[in-house]
């Protein structure tokens, strides 16, 4: 009877512990994260009765949580997952509405810019048409500064939303650490049932983390667990805390980084952030908001730059040069805006960056000679004849008058291998530029230099060396004799520099006791004779890309059959300028890739060149550029009074009424008004140097049908012939009057060098001229009327300025409009699928893990029956025991 009491005993205690468990379940059936809960219960073991056994009841093993910990995890991970798609898609649907204000936008805008130009253009005298045309001017730039402060806004309150997401992650870690703890003390302190409520309350915490970012865990051996973000970072260790934060980030400090650490240190982990609200905010932030704002930028510089540069060519109604439209896009402040310094910089360089021109009627497609580097003297391949071919013509081999200044190697500088390249660029249709050449002597060690010690393109360098500023004012001193300049960063780092491209060669016949060189070392090694040559930059006149080949073009530096790439234009991508003591490198932060790399503080690439504006660069400092990023925000239309609207052209050329033949001239470019003789020109300068007039006006006569002459008519009667007879196919459809190359000053005394004359102008002759016409060139003094220039504006909107010259404005920004529309329909795409996905784990959660209320209720009653039966075995125990205790009384 006793057994039959602790057996119905255990029995009870049995129903009732389930009952419990059941009742729980029922009580938490709508507790977010509760994990249904079962009592486990097995046979106690029997004892030995005679030759058998007897059971003795049962026993509760415990009660454990219904869990799958993959699908946990997996739910988390799918959580964190779609609340960045949802995060991303949701902004990302409010700036596609900056885009689309359901008005036509910026693009509707653009066309009607361009329409008001063409009105213009078809009546350039009439006041208010070009009243119209600023007025469109004014709203195309209030449009796009509207439209830039509105995606500022959008990063701002990026910015907010990051803070804000940084203090309820903080929030929600301190949650979990107080759990942490009170689960490592029951796993010590109790010897039976794990705290599976705790266990559920950690789960559903860590889900409401992954809400704002994606996190991993892993269980200690007291239970605790670790919560991991980004990369790896520790959140939660156990019971200790790390903190999410934000600050400024180093280069730019309208974006917000998320960091991490406690108060002894911290670090940036925006880079590794994935996953969650904070992740996809970062997405959208860091790539379309900063692409559209970069891209924004590009399509304002690319507009107003070639706007004001063709601007400028033109002359408005009171007879004078037209003034920039819009803003200038390389002013001071614009440049240095570009660059954003690092706040760990220990320098104080400030650098700027400017915009190259853009340029619609020349894609300009380059390759170059062999990279600088310094050899010695005699090593130097010169050109000969068949080495080289462009475009399938041979070049012919280089002579002494191709290079003049060279004092070694002069058939292999890039002077002689330019001139040589020229002489023929009427077959290949190519034109060569020697390159600057700049030579990196080092960091200086002070000391005296005598004769022998270094010598410059022959010349000795005489110096006391007591400092940087001293060697390089005695370098420079003798810049009229070696055409070399000596440059030095502030630091000991000197570079020779030759503009014109000729080779620098170093002598060195005498030890040096004093001063020397870390890269050319004077100080030690007996004689030494090197030279270096510079780059050669080829330019196609067609605008198709340049064949090379020949019978050794690598002599020269140039790979057979190469075609070079089309030089990058701007392009909408950050950079990032690093300096380590020798070189600065330009990195695209998109590509990775190394753009530029000098020793000089001047890089050009990508449609732009960096350059040190003031300071001195340290060892290890660096910076950001972003090169059109302030563009839209700084674009504005700044011409106020209508009769300032350049329509007109500043040349006039005209055929003699008393011309016998049928030939024609036309004006068909400005291509520079400054006033400032071209590169190229070396006496007669450019032909708008004073205001209102040509210097000099200019006569063309036909001495054969075939064969014309250039006068310059600034002294009147029958001028003064500039260059030699030039030669006259009426079978062309046209013939380029300028430049004039080979013409000689035959002023005495003599002989001189020849030069290029380049008026800043271009003139075409077309027809069939006869002996004895003649043609005028004239300023256009009186420009009632003339849409030359205004022709030329309205063009704009159909050039190819945009992408490497694959797209016009107008399609450049459709084109951006159309990638965030996209970008937009894939964001909800991808939201509403990981959603699915989402939902179907939650699913098979839920199934596992859920309270099901039918079921709990059967269990209920099943459990409900067997605790009656239980109580019904100890009262039939009990009536026994009593009716034996009866039988012995």
Known sequence: ???????????????????????????????????????????????????????????????????????????????????????????????????????????????????????????????????????????????????????????????????????????????????????????????????????????????????????????????????????????????????????????????????????????????????????????????????????????????????????????????????????DPNAYIARLNRVYKDTGNTGSAVFGVAIDPINPFDEEISTFSQASNIVNAGSLTALVGNMLSLNNINIRAATAADDTVSTSDALASAIAIANTINSQSAAHLVTAIAQPNALYLGTFTPGALVAGNLSINGVNVISTGVNEQIILQDINALTSQTGVQAVGDGAGNITLVADDGRNIQLTKTLDSTGATFTYFDISAGGARDNVQRANVKLISQNDDPIFIGGNNPAGVGFTTGSVPTVYPGLTADDYELTYNGTFYTLRNLSSSKIVAQTTVPILAA????????????????????????????????????????????????????????????????????????????????????????????????????????????????????????????????????????????????????????????RITLQGIPQAGDTFTIEYNANADGDNRNGIKLVNLQFEKLMQNNTATFQETYSQLVAEIGTESSQGIINRDASFSIFNAIQSNRNQISGVNLDEEATKLLGFQQAYQAAAQIILVARSNFDALIRVFN
């Open 1 to 327: 009877m006793s057994d039959m009491l602790a057996i119905g005993t255990t029995g009870l205690l049995a129903a009732q512990q389930t009952l419990n468990t059941i009742s729980h379940n029922i009580a938490n059936v709508n507790t977010p994260g509760y994990s249904r809960q079962v009592t486990s219960l097995a046979a106690n073991l029997p004892r030995q009765a005679g030759n058998g056994f007897v059971g003795s009841g049962v026993g509760i093993l415990g009660t454990n949580r219904v869990v799958d910990e993959f699908l946990i995890e997996s739910l988390r991970n799918q959580q964190a997952v779609y609340n960045q798609f949802d995060a991303y898609a949701t902004n990302l649907q409010d700036i596609e509405g900056l885009f689309y204000d359901g008005k036509g936008g910026i693009a509707q805008t653009l066309s009607q810019f361009f329409n008001s130009l063409q009105d213009l253009s078809n009546d350039p005298s009439s006041i208010s048409a070009r009243q119209v045309f600023i007025s469109q001017g004014e709203i195309l730039a209030s449009q796009i500064n509207e439209l830039s402060t509105q995606l500022q806004n959008e990063v701002s309150n990026i910015n907010q939303q990051l803070a804000q997401n940084a203090i309820a992650v903080n929030g929600i870690a301190q949650k979990i650490s107080v759990v942490n703890q009170q689960i490592s003390f029951y796993a010590g302190n109790s010897a039976g049932d794990q705290p599976n409520d705790l266990f559920d309350l950690r789960d559903q915490y860590l889900f409401e983390l992954s809400q704002y970012v994606g996190v991993s865990t892993n269980v200690q051996n007291d239970g605790s667990l670790n919560v991991f973000i980004g990369n790896g970072q520790s959140l939660v260790l156990g019971t200790a805390l790390n903190t999410l934060g934000t600050k400024p980030n180093s280069n730019d400090a309208s974006l917000q980084d998320i960091t991490i650490g406690n108060e002894n240190a911290t670090q940036v982990v925006s880079s590794f952030i994935s996953g969650g609200t904070m992740g996809g905010l970062l997405a959208l932030r860091d790539s379309i908001i900063s692409n559209s704002l970069n891209e924004l930028g590009r399509i304002s510089i690319s507009l107003a730059s070639a706007f004001n540069a063709q601007h400028v060519k033109g002359i408005d109604l009171n007879g004078n040069f037209g003034i920039e439209i819009f803003n």
């Open 606 to 761: 990508d449609g732009f060149v960096v350059s040190l504006e003031s300071g001195t660069i340290a060892n290890g400092d660096s910076f950001v550029i972003k090169p059109t990023r302030s563009g839209a925000g700084d674009f504005s239309f700044r011409i106020t009074d209508p009769t300032t609207i350049a329509i007109a052209m500043p040349i006039k050329a005209q055929a003699t009424v008393t011309n016998k033949g049928t030939g024609q001239i036309l004006v068909s470019d400005v291509v520079n008004t400054s006033g400032v003789p071209l590169p190229t020109a070396t006496t007669l300068g450019n032909a708008f140097s004073e205001p209102s007039q040509i210097t000099p006006p200019i006569r063309i006569e036909f001495i054969t049908p075939m064969m014309y002459r250039v006068y310059d008519m600034s002294f009147g009667g029958n001028g003064k012939q500039i260059g030699q007879d030039q030669i006259y196919n009426p079978n062309n459809l046209y013939t380029d009057v300028f430049p004039l190359s080979s013409v000689v000053d035959l002023t005495p005394p003599g002989p001189k060098p020849t030069y290029v004359y380049d008026p800043g102008y």
